[in-house]
């Protein structure tokens, strides 16, 4: 397939704000792709590279060539080959690698129309969002390979990325769907909750229910198959090698396959408190010395559900009974504190619910997790059974750009700029903090958002939308600077989260409609 092709769906897709518009754009592309190609179709049209970083910064970009094919005459450059470029930017290193990558990159845009380099620039600074891949992407992929869309999403959910099945659906249609089933040892995307205002809400929306402690950590997925284990984040990434507690406790689990759901904490020795999210987060992304971390900072894992035990799959089955067999695998120390409301209009259980909330609050973690009993895991999904309530407005944005501190920060890059996410697949600035932000939080974001920048005006330096922060707020008001019409009173920032994506980030519509 051609580059031009992908690009000229990528605009129309980003012109139109028809949901049903987008979805044909997608799956007339999907049929006249060959099937193989279907899965960096889906990358680039969500401004993803397969390949990952690959070192290309504004300062290459900004004096790539000119456009060495004129309007008139017929594009060349394939997809094929665009992605074999950036497989070999991805593997230039060492010395003389700058120029290295801006002689491929010169010699790809030259051989690129006008609108092939204005899609490839987009691509490469993060700027393509239109929004594909996500469910527009899936129901073109439904479509055009004449399959029910909730099917496809079910399988998609199983194996945790949309690119693989796509390709086999294309290619063999509904049939291949039944090869994407629950397996030990292949991540699946891990089951979301939305939010309430209190307690006392959650159960009167979800009835008979169980309250869990909302612990401040690092989501895990922890697969085992015989003395095999596997340690997965909840974006689906490997993290096994940083983790050796988790690994451990794995093994000690009384049954010789299944599939964990959790997350690993760090508690402090002297209180026994839990330490700060920042802190876990950098000792789960060191990647050096993991032993001297592990002696400074030991973490715990402590779990909520069970997939599979055993190889019985377990997340059609009533959270009820997933528990019942989580408690048969673990000790209580090893599980998320709970209580059951088997009666949401029994004053005295609402109030034993409001105490828990309070007494969790007091111990040190972030809220609270109110789950309906009966509740399947529904991989990959926002559930309405799982909902969280925490003590004040907080929410995941995206940082669009961030500006050059002075004073005590001059040096660092302190003032962040928010994003939501729109409908149309871009992002709606909300507003600016720099408020809550540590010298240790500092330092950090400053040499991540310099890895991210991709222009810089000596003030503002722009970065491309990947960073997410949580961000807590006293509510909403009514401004005209920004476009959604609205910005976040009093916001600050809770924590940088390195372990979300931009797709994780709340929309405009749900700050709006929950503020």
């Known amino acids: 397939m051609l580059l031009a092709r992908v690009a000229e769906v990528s605009r129309e897709v980003a012109a139109t704000s028809a949901r049903s518009r987008k979805i044909g754009l997608l799956a007339e592309l999907f049929v006249e792709a060959d099937p193989e190609e279907s899965p960096l179709v889906i990358a680039y049209l969500s401004g993803r590279l397969p390949q990952g970083r690959i070192g290309v910064g504004w300062s290459v970009l900004k004096e790539v060539a000119p456009p060495a094919v004129p309007p008139t005459e017929q594009p060349a450059l394939t997809l094929g080959r665009a992605d074999e470029v950036m497989t070999e930017l991805a593997a230039v290193s060492g010395a003389g690698s700058r120029a290295g990558r801006t002689r491929l990159v010169h010699a790809l845009f030259a051989a690129a129309t006008h609108d092939e380099q204005q899609f490839l620039l987009r691509l490469l600074t993060g700027e393509v969002r239109q929004g594909a891949l996500d469910a527009v992407a899936l129901e073109g992929v439904a479509r ?9 999403r079910r399988a998609v959910m199983l194996e945790g990325a949309l690119p693989p099945v796509a390709q086999a659906v294309l290619a063999d249609g509904a049939a291949a769907l039944q090869r994407f089933t629950l397996r030990v040892g292949n991540p699946v995307q891990p089951m979301l909750a939305h939010t309430a205002a209190s307690v006392t809400d959650a159960i009167a929306a979800l009835g008979p229910c169980v309250v869990e402690e909302k612990l401040d950590g690092i989501r895990i997925q922890v697969h ?28 000690s689990v009384p049954a010789d396959a299944f599939i964990l759901d959790g997350e690993v904490i760090a508690l402090d020795p002297g209180t026994g408190r839990p330490v700060s999210f920042q802190s876990i987060a950098s000792r789960v992304g060191s990647r050096t010395d993991v032993a001297g971390a592990r002696a400074t900072l030991p973490l715990t894992p402590v779990f909520f559900d069970v997939l599979a035990v055993d190889g019985v799959g377990l997340i059609d089955r009533p959270g009820r009974e997933r528990h019942e067999v989580l408690a048969r695998l673990l000790p209580e120390s090893q599980r998320v504190r709970r209580m059951v409301v088997t009666d949401p209009a029994d004053a005295a259980q609402g109030g034993a619910a409001e105490r828990f909330f309070t007494d969790t609050l007091a111990r040190g973690h972030e809220g609270v997790l109110v789950k309906a009993v009966d509740a399947p895991y529904v991989a990959g999904r926002r559930g309405r059974t799982w909902l969280k309530v925490k003590p004040v407005h907080t929410v995941d944005l995206v940082v669009l750009a961030v500006e050059r501190g002075h004073g005590r920060r001059t ?37 991540r958002l310099g890895e991210l920048a991709v222009e810089d005006d000596g003030f503002t330096v722009r970065v491309r939308p990947e960073l997410v922060v949580e961000i807590a707020y006293d509510g909403l008001q009514a401004s005209t600077r920004y476009p959604a019409g609205v910005t976040l009173r009093f916001a600050r920032v809770v924590r940088h ?11 405009v519509e749900e700050i709006i409609g929950g503020g």
């Not at 390195?498 to 994780?504: G, L, M, Q």
């Open 144 to 152: 055009a390979a004449a399959v029910p869309a909730g099917e496809l």
């Open 224 to 251: 085992r198959q015989g003395d095999e284990v596997r340690v997965h984040t909840r974006s689906l990434d490997d993290i096994t090698g940083r983790l050796p507690e988790v690994v451990a406790t794995a093994r």
């Open 411 to 447: 040096g660092l890059l302190s003032n962040l700029h928010l994003g939501a996410r729109t409908a149309e697949g871009g992002f709606a600035m909300l507003g600016k903090t720099f408020k809550g932000l540590t010298d240790e939080m500092l330092r950090w974001q400053s040499e």
């Open 497 to 507: 989260r390195p372990d979300k994506s931009a797709a994780d980030a709340a929309t």
